[in-house]
């Protein structure tokens, strides 16, 4: 056993608040499916004893409602496997973008398996409100810091960080960065900085094309020029002016950037 392994042995530059890794979302897909599988046994077991139970018998009935309640619980655990697999998977996929450095890949509509506020109904997830841990996730990764994307989620996207709408508290994303080392300084469209990472919040037009709330959090870049590479925006193009940016976007209201530094 190794003292740093929860954190990739890597304790200067990579932190683990919740001590959760993506890992333990594979050994859940594992319990589930070992769950499964001895349902799947004991519903077929049962079948056949009320196939061969005589028909009027105490037998008969015992063995036909325990069938009936072993298809309930095998279709339940099925959906469950089903669900923690996409989670899975999806925790996977942007792990590698993030550490392939492929920022701009990273779309969070690709992410509804990733559920948060410990909600497993679907009704909150990364793709509808995960803009902001997104943010911060992509903004932590660019300053050179490893980032466990599952341990980071659960933390941003703890229950107590919900607010109205469903969103995440933007102060969880802010003590996020924080924790790991980073220093924020408010700035505005006329001072940014060149070469520098940060992380802003807006208010777009209503456009029914991308079906979710009127604000959106992104984290972007600064070239040497001071021109902008947006993170998970509607608009797609790099190393344009903030201004062109905006109108691109279709930003409306923009209260100001807050640059992070390491």
């Not at 799947?40 to 005589?54: E, H, M, P, Y």
């Not at 996020?176 to 990472?197: D, E, F």
Request: proline share 3%; net charge negative.
């Amino acid at each position: 056993h190794h003292l740093y392994s929860y954190c990739g042995n890597n304790p200067t530059s990579m932190i683990d608040p919740t001590g959760h890794k993506i890992e333990d979302v594979r050994d859940e897909v594992f319990a589930l499916a070992h769950q499964y599988s001895v349902a799947s046994n004991r519903k077929s077991w049962l079948k056949t004893q009320w196939d061969n139970a005589t028909k009027g018998t105490d037998s008969y009935y015992y063995f036909k409602s325990a069938y009936s309640q072993a298809i309930d619980d095998c279709f339940d655990l099925s959906c469950a496997l089903r669900a923690k697999r996409a989670e899975y998977n999806a925790l996977v996929d942007l792990q590698n973008r993030i550490d392939s450095g492929d920022y701009k890949s990273i779309r969070q509509s690709y992410y509804s398996a990733i559920p948060l506020y410990g909600d497993s109904g679907g009704q909150y997830n990364i793709a509808k409100n995960g803009c902001g841990i997104v943010a911060g996730i992509i903004a932590v990764s660019i300053t050179g810091i490893d980032v466990d994307v599952h341990d980071a989620i659960l933390q941003m996207g703890a229950a107590k960080n919900k607010i109205i709408q469903g969103a995440v508290n933007p102060i969880a994303v802010s003590e996020y960065l924080m924790q790991n080392g980073l220093t924020p300084n408010a700035s505005n469209a006329q001072s940014l900085s060149p070469n520098s990472t940060y992380i802003t919040y807006y208010k777009w037009v209503d456009d029914v094309d991308r079906k979710g709330s009127n604000w959106h959090y992104i984290c972007f870049t600064t070239d040497s020029e001071c021109n902008v590479t947006p993170y998970n925006a509607w608009c797609k193009k790099e190393n344009i002016s903030w201004e062109a940016f905006a109108n691109e976007e279709g930003i409306v209201f923009q209260p100001g950037f807050t640059q992070w530094i390491k």
